[in-house]
């Protein structure tokens, strides 16, 4: 290791105080040193005054001292004893020449060998280090030839058993063929094949027999002749972050108390399903659900015998639904069913009847007997024939319309949107706000923006059904512009609209004794002039809902 000293490696014959004396020596000193330093043979047929070395008793004697060298480097020196007086001569010093150079290159190889057997041992200490498993794959028959701690340890494997006898495919999928055949992505062979790295993610057993996430990637071992010989392969376990970017998709794409997708998940399903409609030339149905009184048991017995109650509700929706349709928690009580490929509209009242049946039943939870109901709006796509725009949007729009129909109709039943309904009751809300926003304004400016409003919202009416409207509109705004009580119009066009939605103009005392009761328990008295005019509202809307049907 100090290039300017040499130290005895192997003798023969020497005596204890040479032992002693020659066992480290300064390059430079006694005849050994001098050759080191020289580089040269040195040779004496007698004990001199460069004799540094001696003791007392020492015989007469002379030496050869011949260095050892790789090119300009000096690794040893051979050092021989000789007779006193020893003749020199050439052939002598040429075959001695001859063994040191033979030893230097045994000693170059034996220090190319230690280099190796270190640089081996500190891969291995780094590898072992690791927490990833490392293999070394033969590149011709795939057999594992080198692999570290760690996946002896993940796969409990004995190194024995498979190091140069077993390969890869054998020991990680327990089968006889290459994982192409079996139809599995080899990195592997990508890397063979592309000559880079590969990667990719694999579903392995562990020692337990349980499935891990595992991801496998490649990287190629060249010989001089840049020709792959070998293949580094490494195997990540990535179980706890597949569960993790599962968790989140959850929780993204769930409701965290049911289970169930959510509103944006569910909207992901509504777009595929209507696609696949167009695609298939096939019919879906989207239900529109709402619980009817969850709101007095919630507020009664408590959030937390609500919380269970929804999720009991959306065990019952999962029950009655194939695997192919989507039950989504929209919030609240509301949830939404996606009823994939359905023949006709009745396979969705099928549906809608079994689970106002099975939601109708009582409840136990906890003891506690929780009585609700639900109300269900069905939209059946595609729509008919004059349907406005048939984005998503629109779909969920119609469903809610019929579910609004069928609270109004007591609730506890479904209702199908039909183009009628949806159109009625969009020209009677937007004809009630006109009037309502436009009583003190002239006749033109109040009819463009309703004409305008009618566009935007792709209602586009027949003459006769024009000329209708403009009845409502004069009507409307004559019952707005009477009304005594100023702060009170939003209050009446609310419940006056809802009346409307109601009858459908149709309307008896006993609707009109109701309406006037909401509004007086509201602080709303309306005198008998205003109820005139209300009556005349109802009437001029009945003439529409005749021309729709």
């Known amino acids: 290791n100090n290039p300017e000293v040499i130290v005895m490696a192997a003798q023969r014959r020497l005596n204890e105080a040479l032992l002693i004396e020659c066992k480290r020596l300064p390059f430079g000193k006694c005849l050994c040193g001098l050759a080191a330093s020289t580089r040269s043979v040195v040779f004496y047929d007698c004990v001199n005054e460069l004799h540094d070395v001696g003791f007392e008793g020492m015989e007469p004697h002379g030496h050869y001292c011949i260095p050892i060298l790789s090119g300009a480097t000096i690794l040893g020196v051979l050092n021989l004893y000789v007779k006193h ?26 220090k190319a060998e230690e280099m ?62 290459l994982c192409k055949e079996n139809n599995i992505q080899c990195p592997i062979e990508d890397t063979l094949n592309d000559g880079d790295y590969a990667s990719c993610e694999h579903i392995h057993i562990d020692k337990n027999g349980n499935e891990i996430y595992v991801e496998c990637n490649t990287s190629p071992i060249r010989n001089n002749n840049g020709e792959i010989t070998q293949v580094v392969y490494v195997l990540r376990n990535i179980t706890e972050r597949k569960q993790f970017e599962k968790r989140l998709k959850e929780l993204a794409h769930y409701d965290s108390l049911t289970g169930l997708p959510n509103r944006a998940l569910f909207y992901d399903h509504l777009k595929s399903a209507v696609a696949m409609s167009k695609r298939n030339k096939t019919s879906f149905a989207l239900l529109y659900l709402d619980l009817d009184k969850f709101k007095i048991v919630n507020d009664s017995l408590g959030h937390d015998i609500g919380d269970i109650l929804l999720k009991e509700v959306g065990e019952v929706f999962k029950e009655v639904v194939r695997e192919t349709d989507t039950v989504a928690r929209m919030g609240g009580d509301e ?70 129909r069928a609270k109004e109709q007591g609730r506890n039943n479904y209702q199908f949107y039909t183009d009628i309904i949806g159109k009625f009751d969009a020209l009677v809300e937007i004809v009630t706000i006109f009037a309502r926003d436009n009583s003190s304004q002239g006749e033109n400016e109040a009819w463009i923006k309703f004409l305008d409003k009618m566009k935007n919202d792709g209602l586009y009416c027949s003459q006769e059904i024009t000329k209708s409207l403009e009845k409502i509109l004069e009507a409307a705004r004559r019952f707005y512009r009477v009304i005594s009580i100023k702060e009170a119009h939003s209050t009446v066009c609310g419940n006056s609209a809802k009346l409307i939605r109601k009858t459908k103009g149709d309307w008896n005392a006993s609707d009109l004794e ?35 049907i």
């Open 514 to 548: 109701s309406f006037l009761s909401s509004l007086k328990e509201q602080g709303i008295v309306l005198n008998e002039k205003e109820i005139g005019h209300l009556i005349e509202l109802l009437s001029t809307i009945k003439s529409l809902y005749l021309q729709f």
């Open 335 to 404: 949830f939404n069913i996606i009823l994939t490929k359905i023949d006709k509209k009745e396979d969705a009242a099928y549906i809608a009847d079994r689970i106002i049946s099975l939601i109708n039943k009582p409840f136990n939870i906890q003891g506690k007997i929780c009585s609700i109901g639900t109300s269900i709006g069905i939209c059946v796509y595609p729509y008919e024939k004059d349907s406005m725009e048939d984005d998503i949007s629109n779909v969920v729009k119609r469903a809610d319309i019929a579910l609004y």
């Open 116 to 177: 190796i057997r270190r640089s081996e041992e500190f891969i291995s200490t780094i590898i072992d280090s690791m927490h990833d498993s490392i293999l070394v794959i033969d590149a011709k028959d795939f057999k594992i030839l080198k692999a570290n701690h760690i996946f002896f340890k993940e796969y409990s494997l004995i190194p024995d058993e498979i190091i140069g006898k077993k390969t890869c495919h054998e020991v990680l999928y327990k089968q006889h063929s």
């Open 85 to 110: 007086s020893h003749k020199r001569e050439k052939s002598e010093e040429d075959f001695l020449i001859a063994v040191a150079n033979t030893l230097a290159g045994i000693i170059n190889r034996d």
